[in-house]
C-alpha cells in the first residue's frame, strides 16, 4: 500500500484566496483525520471522520474551514478565505478502527502571504 | 483524557538503550498509552501501545508501571536515525489522540 496520501506537498497562496487540500486514506481504513500543526500549538486534531461520516468537528478553528468525505478514499479540508495565520502543516491521517494505529501522511505545507 | 508529562529533552549515545519517561497520574481505567514519533519534516509514525501489561514490538518496548501512573518508552540499541520527538498519549476515545510537546530525543554519534 501506498500509504496515505495527501496533495499538494507544498502550497503557497495569498490572504484572501481559497485553499483546498487532499487526503487519500489507506484502502480499508474507516477512520480519517485532519490535523494542524504549527511551532506555537503543536499538533492539533481538527476533525475526523468514521465511514465518511464527520463525528467531532471541535478542533475546526473557525467556519472559514470546512472538510469533507464524499466517499471512502477521499477527504477535503478548505480554507476560505485564507489568511496569513492558517500558515502551518496540515496532516491527513487514517486508521481502521478508533483505537487501533494511525498512519499519518507526509503533510501539506501551507503558507498565505 | 489524561494529561501527560514528558521531559523537553534527552540525549542518548548511539547503540546504547533509551529511556523515555513519560507522568499520566491522572489516567483511567480504561485508557490506553501510546507512542508516536516525529522525525523532522515528517508526518507522525506510530510507535506502540498498551493498557496496562508491558508491551514489545519490533520497534520498542513499553513498560508500564503497576498502578499505570507512568511508562517508559525503550528504544534498545538507539541509531541516529532514532532522533526526533517522541509523543507519549493516553485516550480512550476513539480517534481522539492530544498530542502535548513531547520529548526530542537526539542521539549522538
Known amino acids: 500500500d501506498a500509504g496515505v496520501i495527501q496533495s499538494p506537498r507544498h502550497e503557497v497562496t495569498e490572504m484572501g484566496q481559497e485553499v483546498t487540500l487532499r487526503c487519500k486514506p489507506i484502502?480499508?481504513?474507516?477512520?480519517l483525520f485532519w490535523y494542524r500543526q504549527t511551532m506555537m500549538r503543536g499538533l492539533e486534531l481538527l476533525i475526523y471522520f468514521n465511514n465518511n461520516v464527520p463525528i467531532d468537528d471541535s478542533g475546526m478553528p473557525e467556519d472559514r474551514f470546512s472538510a469533507k468525505m464524499p466517499n471512502a478514499s477521499f477527504s477535503t479540508l478548505k480554507i476560505q478565505p485564507s489568511e496569513p495565520r492558517d500558515s502551518a502543516v496540515y496532516f491527513c491521517?487514517?486508521?481502521?478502527?478508533?483505537?487501533?494505529?494511525?498512519?499519518f501522511g507526509p503533510g501539506t505545507r501551507l503558507l498565505v502571504l | 483524557d489524561a494529561k501527560t508529562t514528558q521531559p523537553t529533552s534527552m540525549d542518548c549515545a548511539e547503540g546504547r538503550a533509551a529511556n523515555l519517561p513519560c507522568n499520566h497520574s491522572t489516567i483511567s481505567g480504561n485508557e490506553y498509552v501510546y507512542w508516536y514519533r516525529q522525525i523532522h519534516s515528517q508526518g507522525p509514525q506510530y510507535i506502540i501501545h498498551?493498557?496496562?501489561n508491558n508491551e514489545t514490538n519490533e520497534m520498542a518496548s513499553l513498560i508500564i508501571t503497576e498502578d499505570r501512573k507512568s511508562s517508559t518508552l525503550i528504544l534498545p540499541h538507539a541509531t541516529l536515525r532514532d532522533t526526533a520527538v517522541y509523543y507519549c498519549?493516553?485516550?480512550?476515545?476513539?480517534?481522539?489522540?492530544?498530542f502535548g510537546q513531547g520529548t526530542i530525543l537526539t542521539v549522538h554519534p
Open positions: 498498551g493498557l496496562k
Open positions: 498519549i493516553v485516550s480512550t476515545s476513539y480517534g481522539k489522540l492530544t
Open positions: 484502502s480499508g481504513h474507516d477512520y
Open positions: 491521517a487514517s486508521s481502521f478502527g478508533g483505537q487501533e494505529t494511525q498512519y
